[in-house]
Protein backbone atom coordinates (compact mmCIF):
# COMPACT_ATOMS: atom_id res chain seq x y z
CA UNK A 1 0.00 0.00 0.00
CA UNK A 2 2.77 3.09 0.88
CA UNK A 3 6.51 2.38 0.18
CA UNK A 4 9.27 4.26 1.06
CA UNK A 5 12.21 4.88 -1.61
CA UNK A 6 15.28 5.57 -0.15
CA UNK A 7 17.16 5.31 -4.20
CA UNK A 8 17.66 9.22 -4.00
CA UNK A 9 18.75 9.58 -0.45
CA UNK A 10 22.77 10.36 0.24
CA UNK A 11 24.46 7.00 0.23
CA UNK A 12 25.24 7.15 4.30
CA UNK A 13 21.99 7.48 5.00
CA UNK A 14 20.71 4.49 2.94
CA UNK A 15 23.46 2.17 4.46
CA UNK A 16 22.01 3.82 8.03
CA UNK A 17 18.67 2.86 7.04
CA UNK A 18 19.70 -0.76 6.29
CA UNK A 19 21.61 -1.29 9.67
CA UNK A 20 17.75 -0.34 11.46
CA UNK A 21 17.23 2.12 13.97
CA UNK A 22 20.03 3.93 15.98
CA UNK A 23 19.22 3.78 19.97
CA UNK A 24 17.18 7.38 19.47
CA UNK A 25 14.88 5.11 17.19
CA UNK A 26 14.38 2.29 19.55
CA UNK A 27 14.00 4.59 22.11
CA UNK A 28 11.04 6.15 20.26
CA UNK A 29 9.26 2.90 19.28
CA UNK A 30 9.83 1.86 23.23
CA UNK A 31 8.45 5.15 23.70
CA UNK A 32 5.33 4.93 21.79
CA UNK A 33 4.44 1.31 23.20
CA UNK A 34 4.95 1.60 26.74
CA UNK A 35 1.49 2.22 28.57
CA UNK A 36 2.83 4.98 30.75
CA UNK A 37 3.22 7.27 27.62
CA UNK A 38 -0.38 6.71 26.87
CA UNK A 39 -1.40 7.34 30.93
CA UNK A 40 0.43 10.75 30.57
CA UNK A 41 0.16 11.76 26.95
CA UNK A 42 -2.79 12.02 24.59
CA UNK A 43 -2.22 8.64 22.88
CA UNK A 44 -5.80 7.84 21.99
CA UNK A 45 -4.97 7.53 18.27
CA UNK A 46 -2.65 5.13 18.38
CA UNK A 47 -5.00 2.11 18.99
CA UNK A 48 -7.89 4.26 17.25
CA UNK A 49 -8.13 2.14 14.13
CA UNK A 50 -8.18 -1.31 15.87
CA UNK A 51 -11.05 -0.16 18.27
CA UNK A 52 -14.58 -1.82 17.74
CA UNK A 53 -16.23 1.55 15.89
CA UNK A 54 -19.16 -0.42 14.52
CA UNK A 55 -21.65 1.96 17.41
CA UNK A 56 -19.62 5.03 15.95
CA UNK A 57 -20.19 4.22 12.68
CA UNK A 58 -23.86 3.45 12.16
CA UNK A 59 -24.44 6.87 14.14
CA UNK A 60 -22.53 8.60 11.72
CA UNK A 61 -24.36 6.74 8.86
CA UNK A 62 -27.96 7.94 10.27
CA UNK A 63 -26.48 11.27 10.97
CA UNK A 64 -25.23 11.58 7.46
CA UNK A 65 -28.10 10.00 5.96
CA UNK A 66 -30.15 12.57 7.46
CA UNK A 67 -28.28 15.52 6.04
CA UNK A 68 -27.54 14.01 2.79
CA UNK A 69 -31.80 13.76 2.67
CA UNK A 70 -32.25 17.28 3.48
CA UNK A 71 -29.31 19.04 2.55
CA UNK A 72 -27.42 20.51 -0.69
CA UNK A 73 -24.34 21.67 1.28
CA UNK A 74 -23.10 20.76 5.05
CA UNK A 75 -20.74 23.63 6.13
CA UNK A 76 -18.27 22.39 8.43
CA UNK A 77 -17.03 25.08 10.63
CA UNK A 78 -14.02 24.61 12.17
CA UNK A 79 -10.07 25.29 12.39
CA UNK A 80 -6.68 23.41 12.84
CA UNK A 81 -7.44 19.90 13.11
CA UNK A 82 -10.95 20.38 13.50
CA UNK A 83 -11.44 20.67 9.78
CA UNK A 84 -7.77 20.07 7.54
CA UNK A 85 -8.23 16.51 7.88
CA UNK A 86 -11.86 16.18 6.31
CA UNK A 87 -11.13 18.70 3.56
CA UNK A 88 -7.99 16.76 2.81
CA UNK A 89 -9.39 13.92 2.51
CA UNK A 90 -12.21 15.45 0.78
CA UNK A 91 -10.15 17.27 -2.15
CA UNK A 92 -8.35 14.14 -2.48
CA UNK A 93 -11.28 12.05 -3.01
CA UNK A 94 -13.07 14.34 -5.54
CA UNK A 95 -13.03 15.02 -8.78
CA UNK A 96 -11.16 18.71 -9.15
CA UNK A 97 -14.10 20.41 -11.35
CA UNK A 98 -17.28 17.62 -10.35
CA UNK A 99 -19.10 18.15 -7.33
CA UNK A 100 -21.33 14.79 -7.48
CA UNK A 101 -25.04 15.89 -8.03
CA UNK A 102 -26.17 12.95 -5.87
CA UNK A 103 -23.82 13.89 -3.06
CA UNK A 104 -24.01 16.52 -0.42
CA UNK A 105 -21.37 19.16 -1.10
CA UNK A 106 -19.12 19.94 1.90
CA UNK A 107 -18.09 23.59 2.20
CA UNK A 108 -15.56 24.94 5.09
CA UNK A 109 -15.89 28.11 7.10
CA UNK A 110 -14.95 29.18 10.85
CA UNK A 111 -10.86 29.01 9.66
CA UNK A 112 -10.27 31.84 9.33
CA UNK A 113 -11.95 35.66 10.04
CA UNK A 114 -13.00 37.03 6.78
CA UNK A 115 -16.31 39.13 6.65
CA UNK A 116 -16.35 38.52 2.39
CA UNK A 117 -15.75 34.84 3.11
CA UNK A 118 -18.95 34.56 5.38
CA UNK A 119 -20.76 36.97 2.86
CA UNK A 120 -20.41 35.37 -0.17
CA UNK A 121 -20.89 31.91 1.52
CA UNK A 122 -24.21 33.63 2.45
CA UNK A 123 -24.77 34.44 -1.34
CA UNK A 124 -23.67 30.20 -2.11
CA UNK A 125 -26.69 29.12 0.44
CA UNK A 126 -29.18 31.18 -1.11
CA UNK A 127 -30.85 28.79 -3.15
CA UNK A 128 -29.53 25.49 -1.52
CA UNK A 129 -30.69 23.68 1.42
CA UNK A 130 -27.92 23.53 4.09
CA UNK A 131 -26.91 22.17 7.59
CA UNK A 132 -24.14 22.84 9.77
CA UNK A 133 -21.73 20.48 10.97
CA UNK A 134 -19.24 22.27 13.95
CA UNK A 135 -16.21 20.77 14.96
CA UNK A 136 -14.34 22.58 18.24
CA UNK A 137 -12.77 20.06 20.91
CA UNK A 138 -12.57 22.98 23.28
CA UNK A 139 -15.76 25.07 22.40
CA UNK A 140 -13.60 27.97 22.55
CA UNK A 141 -11.84 28.96 19.54
CA UNK A 142 -12.87 32.20 18.21
CA UNK A 143 -13.47 31.39 14.48
CA UNK A 144 -15.65 28.79 14.21
CA UNK A 145 -17.29 30.38 17.53
CA UNK A 146 -17.86 33.83 15.21
CA UNK A 147 -18.68 31.56 12.18
CA UNK A 148 -20.89 29.54 14.18
CA UNK A 149 -23.01 32.71 15.71
CA UNK A 150 -23.00 33.91 11.80
CA UNK A 151 -23.98 30.83 9.90
CA UNK A 152 -26.57 29.46 12.91
CA UNK A 153 -28.54 33.04 12.43
CA UNK A 154 -29.05 31.99 8.59
CA UNK A 155 -29.89 28.77 9.21
CA UNK A 156 -32.54 30.38 11.83
CA UNK A 157 -33.64 32.73 9.49
CA UNK A 158 -34.06 30.36 6.82
CA UNK A 159 -35.90 27.40 8.63
CA UNK A 160 -36.89 28.40 12.00
CA UNK A 161 -35.16 28.15 15.12
CA UNK A 162 -37.00 23.88 15.85
CA UNK A 163 -35.69 22.65 12.24
CA UNK A 164 -32.26 25.11 12.55
CA UNK A 165 -31.72 22.89 15.58
CA UNK A 166 -32.64 19.51 13.77
CA UNK A 167 -30.02 20.91 11.00
CA UNK A 168 -27.01 21.67 13.39
CA UNK A 169 -24.92 18.65 14.34
CA UNK A 170 -22.12 19.49 16.76
CA UNK A 171 -18.41 17.07 17.62
CA UNK A 172 -16.72 18.82 20.78
CA UNK A 173 -15.35 17.23 23.77
CA UNK A 174 -17.73 14.40 25.05
CA UNK A 175 -17.85 16.00 28.83
CA UNK A 176 -16.98 19.48 28.74
CA UNK A 177 -17.07 23.16 26.85
CA UNK A 178 -19.58 25.32 25.13
CA UNK A 179 -20.75 23.27 22.43
CA UNK A 180 -21.48 20.03 24.63
CA UNK A 181 -23.67 22.00 27.47
CA UNK A 182 -25.37 23.43 24.45
CA UNK A 183 -25.68 19.96 22.68
CA UNK A 184 -27.10 18.95 26.20
CA UNK A 185 -29.51 21.74 26.53
CA UNK A 186 -31.24 21.41 23.43
CA UNK A 187 -31.27 18.15 22.36
CA UNK A 188 -28.77 18.73 19.31
CA UNK A 189 -27.00 15.31 17.95
CA UNK A 190 -23.20 15.73 19.05
CA UNK A 191 -20.43 13.29 18.37
CA UNK A 192 -17.37 13.42 20.48
CA UNK A 193 -13.58 13.91 19.56
CA UNK A 194 -12.12 11.20 22.32
CA UNK A 195 -10.50 13.20 25.34
CA UNK A 196 -7.14 11.20 24.59
CA UNK A 197 -6.99 12.53 20.46
CA UNK A 198 -5.89 15.95 19.76
CA UNK A 199 -7.32 18.01 16.85
CA UNK A 200 -4.13 17.26 14.40
CA UNK A 201 -4.67 13.41 15.04
CA UNK A 202 -8.75 13.15 15.18
CA UNK A 203 -9.07 12.87 11.08
CA UNK A 204 -10.13 9.30 11.62
CA UNK A 205 -12.68 9.90 14.62
CA UNK A 206 -16.15 11.65 13.48
CA UNK A 207 -14.04 15.01 12.87
CA UNK A 208 -13.37 13.58 9.73
CA UNK A 209 -15.48 10.97 9.44
CA UNK A 210 -19.06 12.43 9.63
CA UNK A 211 -18.47 15.08 6.71
CA UNK A 212 -16.68 12.67 4.50
CA UNK A 213 -19.84 10.23 4.94
CA UNK A 214 -22.33 13.09 4.39
CA UNK A 215 -19.93 13.42 0.83
CA UNK A 216 -20.76 9.42 0.36
CA UNK A 217 -16.95 8.37 1.34
CA UNK A 218 -17.03 5.17 2.09
CA UNK A 219 -15.90 5.43 6.17
CA UNK A 220 -14.97 2.04 7.18
CA UNK A 221 -13.13 1.59 4.74
CA UNK A 222 -11.10 4.71 5.74
CA UNK A 223 -10.46 3.07 8.85
CA UNK A 224 -9.92 -0.50 7.59
CA UNK A 225 -6.53 1.31 5.84
CA UNK A 226 -5.68 3.21 9.11
CA UNK A 227 -5.48 -0.77 11.36
CA UNK A 228 -4.02 -2.03 8.37
CA UNK A 229 -1.12 0.43 8.32
CA UNK A 230 -1.11 0.16 12.43
CA UNK A 231 -0.78 -3.97 11.62
CA UNK A 232 1.76 -3.65 8.93
CA UNK A 233 3.96 -1.29 11.33
CA UNK A 234 3.12 -4.10 14.32
CA UNK A 235 4.19 -6.96 11.95
CA UNK A 236 7.73 -5.16 10.15
CA UNK A 237 10.92 -5.62 11.21
CA UNK A 238 12.15 -2.44 13.33
CA UNK A 239 14.12 -1.76 9.94
CA UNK A 240 10.79 -2.37 7.81
CA UNK A 241 8.98 0.25 9.67
CA UNK A 242 8.20 2.72 7.62
CA UNK A 243 7.18 4.93 10.10
CA UNK A 244 10.32 5.11 11.86
CA UNK A 245 11.90 5.13 8.70
CA UNK A 246 10.60 8.16 8.11
CA UNK A 247 11.05 10.28 11.17
CA UNK A 248 14.80 9.05 11.46
CA UNK A 249 15.31 10.38 7.89
CA UNK A 250 13.88 13.21 8.95
CA UNK A 251 16.14 13.75 11.76
CA UNK A 252 19.43 12.89 9.64
CA UNK A 253 18.45 15.91 7.63
CA UNK A 254 17.60 18.15 10.57
CA UNK A 255 21.11 17.45 12.10
CA UNK A 256 22.71 18.07 8.57
CA UNK A 257 20.91 21.47 8.84
CA UNK A 258 18.46 20.63 6.26
CA UNK A 259 15.80 22.76 8.66
CA UNK A 260 12.94 22.77 5.74
CA UNK A 261 11.11 19.97 3.90
CA UNK A 262 9.73 20.43 0.93
CA UNK A 263 6.82 18.30 0.66
CA UNK A 264 5.63 17.39 -3.02
CA UNK A 265 2.52 16.15 -4.50
CA UNK A 266 2.05 16.42 -7.90
CA UNK A 267 -1.64 15.86 -8.17
CA UNK A 268 -4.13 19.61 -7.56
CA UNK A 269 -6.47 17.27 -5.29
CA UNK A 270 -3.66 16.64 -2.86
CA UNK A 271 -3.08 20.56 -1.77
CA UNK A 272 -5.21 20.30 1.12
CA UNK A 273 -3.57 16.78 1.96
CA UNK A 274 -0.40 18.87 2.06
CA UNK A 275 -1.57 21.39 4.13
CA UNK A 276 -2.99 18.89 6.77
CA UNK A 277 0.51 17.41 6.49
CA UNK A 278 1.99 21.00 7.10
CA UNK A 279 -0.40 21.33 10.29
CA UNK A 280 0.31 17.81 11.67
CA UNK A 281 4.39 18.12 11.47
CA UNK A 282 4.41 22.57 12.23
CA UNK A 283 2.33 22.06 15.61
CA UNK A 284 3.60 19.10 17.02
CA UNK A 285 6.93 19.54 16.57
CA UNK A 286 7.88 23.33 15.70
CA UNK A 287 8.64 24.46 19.42
CA UNK A 288 11.90 24.87 21.83
CA UNK A 289 13.63 26.74 19.26
CA UNK A 290 13.59 23.02 17.15
CA UNK A 291 11.65 21.59 14.41
CA UNK A 292 11.96 21.39 10.61
CA UNK A 293 9.54 23.94 8.90
CA UNK A 294 7.17 21.73 6.44
CA UNK A 295 6.96 23.27 3.09
CA UNK A 296 4.42 22.38 0.72
CA UNK A 297 4.85 22.67 -2.77
CA UNK A 298 2.58 21.19 -5.94
CA UNK A 299 4.54 20.49 -9.22
CA UNK A 300 4.73 21.02 -11.66
CA UNK A 301 2.86 24.51 -11.08
CA UNK A 302 5.73 25.19 -8.64
CA UNK A 303 8.24 24.24 -10.65
CA UNK A 304 7.78 27.33 -12.76
CA UNK A 305 8.23 29.62 -9.31
CA UNK A 306 9.83 27.98 -6.47
CA UNK A 307 11.40 24.90 -8.80
CA UNK A 308 14.25 27.81 -9.62
CA UNK A 309 14.88 27.96 -5.58
CA UNK A 310 14.75 24.01 -5.50
CA UNK A 311 16.87 23.28 -7.83
CA UNK A 312 19.93 26.52 -6.78
CA UNK A 313 19.01 28.52 -4.12
CA UNK A 314 20.21 28.13 -0.44
CA UNK A 315 19.95 24.65 0.22
CA UNK A 316 18.45 24.47 3.66
CA UNK A 317 16.05 21.65 2.81
CA UNK A 318 14.94 17.97 1.34
CA UNK A 319 11.96 16.70 -0.47
CA UNK A 320 9.50 14.50 0.81
CA UNK A 321 7.57 13.78 -2.76
CA UNK A 322 4.51 11.66 -2.71
CA UNK A 323 4.16 9.60 -5.54
CA UNK A 324 0.74 7.66 -6.52
CA UNK A 325 1.48 4.78 -8.04
CA UNK A 326 -1.93 3.83 -10.07
CA UNK A 327 -4.00 6.95 -11.36
CA UNK A 328 -7.29 6.13 -11.98
CA UNK A 329 -7.78 7.94 -14.81
CA UNK A 330 -5.57 8.86 -17.97
CA UNK A 331 -5.82 10.57 -21.05
CA UNK A 332 -4.14 10.40 -24.74
CA UNK A 333 -2.23 13.81 -25.66
CA UNK A 334 -4.39 15.33 -27.76
CA UNK A 335 -3.94 16.09 -31.46
CA UNK A 336 -2.46 19.30 -32.35
CA UNK A 337 -4.42 21.74 -34.99
CA UNK A 338 -0.98 23.42 -35.45
CA UNK A 339 2.69 22.73 -35.44
CA UNK A 340 4.15 23.49 -32.10
CA UNK A 341 6.84 21.08 -32.02
CA UNK A 342 4.98 18.48 -29.66
CA UNK A 343 3.94 15.86 -32.42
CA UNK A 344 6.33 13.14 -30.97
CA UNK A 345 4.13 13.11 -28.01
CA UNK A 346 0.80 12.05 -30.04
CA UNK A 347 0.23 8.23 -29.17
CA UNK A 348 1.44 8.74 -25.25
CA UNK A 349 -0.76 9.90 -22.23
CA UNK A 350 -0.86 12.80 -19.88
CA UNK A 351 0.02 10.28 -17.19
CA UNK A 352 3.51 9.28 -19.45
CA UNK A 353 4.52 12.91 -19.66
CA UNK A 354 3.83 13.19 -15.85
CA UNK A 355 5.72 10.76 -14.94
CA UNK A 356 8.64 11.57 -17.39
CA UNK A 357 8.21 15.16 -15.77
CA UNK A 358 8.47 13.59 -12.49
CA UNK A 359 11.47 11.29 -12.80
CA UNK A 360 12.96 14.31 -14.42
CA UNK A 361 12.53 16.72 -11.79
CA UNK A 362 13.80 14.25 -9.13
CA UNK A 363 17.12 13.78 -10.88
CA UNK A 364 17.53 16.85 -12.10
CA UNK A 365 17.41 18.20 -8.18
CA UNK A 366 19.30 14.85 -6.83
CA UNK A 367 22.23 16.26 -9.10
CA UNK A 368 21.61 19.88 -7.67
CA UNK A 369 22.13 17.88 -4.21
CA UNK A 370 18.76 18.51 -2.91
CA UNK A 371 17.85 14.76 -1.33
CA UNK A 372 14.32 13.35 -2.40
CA UNK A 373 12.55 10.53 -0.33
CA UNK A 374 9.54 9.19 -2.40
CA UNK A 375 6.35 7.95 -0.35
CA UNK A 376 4.71 5.37 -3.03
CA UNK A 377 1.41 5.16 -2.24
CA UNK A 378 -0.52 2.32 -4.42
CA UNK A 379 -3.85 4.44 -5.39
CA UNK A 380 -5.83 7.30 -4.06
CA UNK A 381 -8.75 5.62 -2.44
CA UNK A 382 -10.50 5.83 1.15
CA UNK A 383 -8.30 2.95 1.89
CA UNK A 384 -5.49 4.10 0.85
CA UNK A 385 -5.98 7.43 2.63
CA UNK A 386 -6.82 5.89 5.93
CA UNK A 387 -3.60 4.38 5.69
CA UNK A 388 -1.62 7.41 4.51
CA UNK A 389 -2.76 9.45 7.44
CA UNK A 390 -2.67 6.93 9.98
CA UNK A 391 1.06 6.50 8.67
CA UNK A 392 1.65 10.31 9.09
CA UNK A 393 0.55 10.29 12.47
CA UNK A 394 2.57 7.49 13.70
CA UNK A 395 5.49 8.90 12.24
CA UNK A 396 5.16 12.39 13.54
CA UNK A 397 5.05 11.23 17.04
CA UNK A 398 8.24 9.09 16.75
CA UNK A 399 9.69 12.17 15.20
CA UNK A 400 9.00 14.60 17.86
CA UNK A 401 10.10 12.24 20.23
CA UNK A 402 13.55 11.53 18.20
CA UNK A 403 13.32 15.55 18.12
CA UNK A 404 13.02 15.48 22.28
CA UNK A 405 10.00 17.50 21.82
CA UNK A 406 6.19 16.67 23.05
CA UNK A 407 3.95 16.14 19.71
CA UNK A 408 1.02 16.39 20.85
CA UNK A 409 0.67 19.95 22.64
CA UNK A 410 0.80 23.60 20.66
CA UNK A 411 1.71 26.09 23.20
CA UNK A 412 2.88 28.68 21.31
CA UNK A 413 -0.16 28.61 19.67
CA UNK A 414 -1.68 30.75 22.65
CA UNK A 415 0.46 33.24 22.44
CA UNK A 416 -1.36 35.01 19.70
CA UNK A 417 -4.77 34.05 21.50
CA UNK A 418 -3.96 35.90 24.51
CA UNK A 419 -3.17 39.19 22.45
CA UNK A 420 -5.61 38.92 20.27
CA UNK A 421 -8.32 38.49 23.13
CA UNK A 422 -6.54 41.20 24.95
CA UNK A 423 -6.69 43.61 22.04
CA UNK A 424 -10.52 42.12 21.71
CA UNK A 425 -11.81 43.48 25.07
CA UNK A 426 -9.93 47.19 24.73
O1 LIG B 1 -4.24 20.19 16.59
C1 LIG B 1 -4.80 20.95 17.35
O2 LIG B 1 -4.99 20.68 18.55
C2 LIG B 1 -5.30 22.30 16.85
O3 LIG B 1 -4.97 22.51 15.53
C3 LIG B 1 -6.81 22.38 17.02
O4 LIG B 1 -7.41 21.37 16.26
C4 LIG B 1 -7.33 23.75 16.58
O5 LIG B 1 -6.69 24.77 17.26
C5 LIG B 1 -8.84 23.85 16.82
O6 LIG B 1 -9.14 23.63 18.17
P1 LIG B 1 -10.60 23.32 18.65
O7 LIG B 1 -11.02 22.02 18.05
O8 LIG B 1 -10.51 23.25 20.13
O9 LIG B 1 -11.47 24.44 18.17
Known amino acids: MLNLKFDYLPSNLQEKLQ ?10 LEWLFDPK ?9 F ?8 ALIEDIKAAAAQIRSNSKVLVVIGIGGSYLGAKALYDALTPSFKKSEENTELVFAGHNLSSEYLLSLNQY ?9 VISKSGTTLEPALAFRYLFNLLVQRYGMTVALERLFLITDPEKGVLRELAGQNEIS ?30 EKI ?19 AALNYAIIRHYFYQQGKVVELFVSHQPRLKMLAEWFKQLFAESEGKEGKGLLPVSLLYSTDLHSLGQFVQEGNPIFFETVLDIKTEKTDLNVATGFFD ?34 IIQLDELSEYSLGYLTYFFMLACALSGKILGVNPFDQPGVEAYKSNMYKLLKN
Open 190 to 219: AFSVPVDIGGRYSVLTAVGLLPLAVAGFQI
Open 19 to 28: QGPDSQGIEA
Open 223 to 241: LKGAAQARNDFDRAENTAK
Open 47 to 54: DWPLKDHK
Open 340 to 373: DGLSYLEGKTMNFVQNQAFLGTVQAHVEGNVANL
Open 37 to 45: TAKNLPLGW
Open 125 to 133: LQDKDFSLC
